[in-house]
């Protein structure tokens, strides 16, 4: 195919707008497949694992391609729940434009601004196509009117070229066309039509059509529109690159198919026959079936065997591929998402892809105790699918973390454990990670003496423990004049430090504290290293005890993203999770609440937001500090904790 005959688009949308559909339709249309799919069935082209065909919504990106007009069009079919949100921000980087599908009957929804301020961000022309407008009583007018309003003043239907809002739009994305029209000159039906192209690359002009992907409406003008008003590869906006030995230096890419070649790999898939594949976009060049590549970011060369187009579930083997296409390689050893491909002599490395941070996170545990060898590679093997999921491993409370972007997210990993690796998981909500620490010094004697026969035990030391605020843990040796042999003075020090990691209060390590050790005595035959350790640990903990303990808990720095209706129902919310709000941002018609909640009040966040925003709020957490847990919350932690202890030792 010609490389002014291809067209790569992205669906993108609010949940349930009918991407999916409307790529089936347009397969089905374009004559690619010859029977119509449909979700209620499971039988859609791009929703073909089993998670998509039970949960009957898109979990992962699907590429389809469909061949019309003379023209190669590919499609990435995006899920639209905020929680599969990943596959989004690697899709949008394969592609030259996007089609927004709006559902007529909700109009504008929080999926619809999110999808067109991505398409800002990365500069992307786009068509809006309105759906289900064979529904009774939707209006395509009305739709446009909230498009308008609420995304650009610049989009306008295209059945008819004289339009006067589009009209205008138009000659404005032209000097000579501007000039013209503000002359009052009537522009000619040939100028309007290279200019509406113009326009939408330039994003001056935002193309709206409507149809039905169910009654396959509108599916016609939509193609001729893909392939009149959307970019070929080589007229799609700049993609930067950069030099990898000087990645300060921006490097222009040259779309051609005779040119070098460059390309860069958006996602990774792990298909049950093949193995790993390697989905890349291919910027420039052309790259042959069972040759080499070379991988900028690893440096290293690599073979290749077949290369695929790849149609839902189906590859389709082709001999090569260039400039514009999105395809396909099995097995790469050392490629993986976000990595560049291209010339050794002349290499353009392509930025990494930004995911967004997890938003949630649970305990697992399996059901059965069989299955605890199995489940971190599990586990593991779908994070490294899915760069937005992460698996971790807290070290303090012993527990294996799951994070990812909603409960939605995490619930379909789960079910891909059992599915695809026969393990059957429980989650729960993660433990915190407390700290213990003092609030005043405080002078104690650890003595450690035993008379069993033989020889004995004697250990003694006097220490001082003060607070040291966000320092951590220092040791202080001041014994002089020999009231404790040299060699039993790191003897001491380590049994203070274990003492100081299995806590003296909750079970927790116990931090930002001195301790010096200033005194102590000793037996010449009894005291021995062991004697020493365990009056260390003896002291420390009492030490701990008389220096008013306190618990420490993690606090979080959170952003959340809502529009203003909802700033009191927020604020609210934050200040009863003992949260306190530092500080407010406007973002377009947004405003962005900062605030610093203690993490043990944000575990069921994700969902709270959501339900009490109508799915419109938005939210990232990080690590701020540590900070003393209120008086009442941490008795209950430490009674909670001396209850167990008590029932383990009996
Ligand atoms: N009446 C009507 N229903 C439609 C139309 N297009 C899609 N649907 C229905 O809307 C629902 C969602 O359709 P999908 O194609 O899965 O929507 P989607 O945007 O891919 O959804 P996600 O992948 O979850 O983001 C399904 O029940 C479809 O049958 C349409 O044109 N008219
Ligand atoms: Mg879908």
Redesign the pocket.
């Known amino acids: 195919m010609d490389t002014h005959n291809k067209r790569s688009v992205i ?1 993108l ?13 347009i397969l089905y249309f374009s004559k690619a497949t010859n029977r119509k799919g ?3 069935d499971g039988t ?1 082209v ?2 073909y694992s089993f998670d ?1 065909i039970e ?5 992962n990106a699907g590429l389809v391609f469909c061949d019309y007009k003379n023209t190669r069009i590919q499609i990435i ?5 905020a929680d ?1 949100y990943g596959d989004v921000l690697s899709g949008i980087r394969a592609v030259d434009a996007a089609v927004i ?1 709006i ?2 009957v909700s109009g504008v929804e929080v ?1 619809t601004e999110r999808a067109w301020q991505l398409l800002e961000e990365f500069q992307l022309p786009c068509l809006i196509f309105i ?5 009774e009583g939707t209006d395509k007018n009305k739709v446009l009117a909230e498009i308008k309003d609420r995304l650009s003043k610049k989009a306008a239907m295209i059945d008819t070229l004289d339009d006067p809002d589009l009209t205008e739009a138009i000659a404005e994305s032209d000097d000579k066309m501007l000039e013209k029209y503000l002359e009052g000159t009537k522009l000619s039906p040939e100028e309007l039509k290279s200019g509406l192209q113009q326009g939408v690359i330039k994003r001056k002009v935002f193309p709206v059509l409507g ?5 396959d ?1 509108g599916i016609a003008e939509l193609l001729d529109a893909v392939i009149q008003c959307l970019p070929d590869p080589t007229e799609r906006p700049a993609v930067e690159g950069s030099d990898p030995l000087k990645p300060e230096t921006k490097k222009e890419v040259i779309f051609k198919a005779d040119g070098p070649f460059s390309a860069f790999v958006f996602k990774s898939i792990s298909d049950p026959y093949v193995g790993q594949l390697s989905l890349l976009r291919i910027f420039s060049g052309t790259l042959l079936s069972n040759t080499g590549i070379y991988n900028i970011n690893k440096r290293a060369k690599e073979r290749i065997g077949q290369l695929y187009f790849l149609q839902g579930k189906e590859e389709r083997g082709i001999d090569s591929a260039s400039c514009g296409d999105i395809v396909a390689i099995a097995k790469l050893k050392e490629t993986v998402t976000s990595d560049s491909l291209g010339d050794e002599k002349n290499p353009i490395l392509y930025s990494e892809i930004i995911f967004p941070e997890p938003a949630i996170s649970a305990s697992v545990k399996p059901k059965s105790r069989h299955d605890e060898d199995k489940i971190s590679g599990a586990l593991h093997k779908l994070s490294a699918e899915d760069p937005t999921f992460k698996v971790t491993h807290d070290p303090q409370t012993k527990e294996l973390i799951i994070s990812g972007l909603g409960d939605l997210h995490l619930a379909v990993m789960v079910e891909r454990m059992k599915k695809r690796f026969n393990v059957e998981v429980e989650l729960g909500t993660p433990k915190v990670s407390y700290r213990e620490t003092i609030t005043k010094s405080a002078k104690v004697q650890g003595k450690f003496k035993r008379q069993s026969g033989g020889r004995g035990q004697y250990g003694d030391v006097w220490i001082e423990i003060e607070p040291l605020k966000g320092k951590g843990f220092e040791f202080v040796d001041k014994i002089f004049g020999g009231s404790i042999p040299r060699n039993f003075i790191p003897s001491a020090e380590k049994g203070i430090r274990q003492a100081c990691l299995e806590g003296a209060i909750a079970g927790y390590p116990i931090e930002d504290v001195r301790v010096t050790l200033y005194d102590g005595s000793y037996h010449e035959v009894d005291s021995s290293d062991m004697a020493f350790q365990i009056a260390g640990a003896m002291a420390l903990r009492k030490a701990v005890l008389a220096a008013g303990p306190a618990l420490l808990e993690p606090v979080m720095d959170v952003d959340i993203t809502i529009p203003e209706e909802y700033l009191g129902a927020v604020s609210g919310d934050i200040n009863s999770r003992r949260g306190r709000i530092m500080g407010m941002d406007i973002k377009g018609k947004l405003q962005i609440v900062k605030a610093k909640v203690p993490l043990s009040e944000m575990f069921t966040y994700a969902n709270d937001l959501r339900s009490f925003t109508g799915g419109r709020g938005m939210y990232i957490m990080r690590f701020s500090h540590y900070e003393e847990v209120p008086h009442k919350i941490a008795s209950n932690i430490i009674t909670q904790y001396q209850a167990t202890k008590k029932q383990e030792e009996e």
């Open positions: 669906l949308g609010h949940a349930q707008s009918g991407k999916t559909t409307l790529s089936e339709s449909t979700i209620s859609t791009s929703d998509e949960r009957k919504s898109s979990i079919d995006t899920p639209g729940y599969y599908v559902d007529a999926g759906n289900k407008l064979e529904k149809g039905s992907a169910l009654t409406k």
